[in-house]
């Protein structure tokens, strides 16, 4: 069960995806556009070296990360919310499981790069206690067709 009824209220849960989740998953990645691919979802739902941690609220499932284990850090490879769930802390839920999952892999820090014109991204990630380390110029595709390229900043956080 992904929620539980207290009285007459449901509870939103964040839980650790398995395979079951995938069509949810892909379903919710189709919508979101964090630009991961359905093999790597699957892939990550399958394998040891990876979590990732769903957000549902009744009974959908509205937001998602994808954390990879590396020798000692983590990198959040990917994380999404359904667009109609923006800006209602969905995103922060799923940063602070993912920390907990980082802290209980013994991580010493997540690793991240985003979209320089991912400004809502950015201050979720600045607000959570990530700092820039870097900067990749022209690192992504340009969005929707649109020409060109993208810049991606790096950040990190200690765990």
């Known amino acids: 069960m992904l929620w539980r009824r207290i009285g007459r209220y449901r509870v939103k849960m964040i839980t650790e995806l398995s395979h079951d989740d995938f069509q949810a998953l892909a379903a919710l990645e189709a919508r979101a556009l964090s630009g991961v691919s359905a093999a790597l979802l699957g892939e990550a739902l399958s394998g040891d070296a990876a979590c990732v941690v769903g957000y549902w609220h009744d009974e959908q499932l509205t937001g998602y990360a994808l954390l990879a284990r590396l020798p000692f850090d983590a990198e959040l490879q990917a994380m999404g919310v359904l667009p109609e769930h923006r800006g209602q802390g969905v995103g922060d839920r799923v940063l602070k499981a993912v920390l907990a999952v980082a ?3 013994q991580s010493e820090r997540v690793l991240l790069e985003v979209r320089e014109s991912n400004a809502a ?5 600045k607000g959570a206690g990530f700092q820039q380390d870097g900067y990749r110029r022209d690192y992504y595709p340009a969005v929707h067709g649109a020409a060109g390229r993208e810049s991606a900043l790096l950040m990190s ?3």
Do not use: G, P, Q
């Not at 991204?121 to 990630?125: P, S």
């Open 157 to 159: 956080r200690s765990v």
């Open 121 to 125: 991204a950015i201050r979720l990630y």
């Open 103 to 105: 802290a209980r892999w």
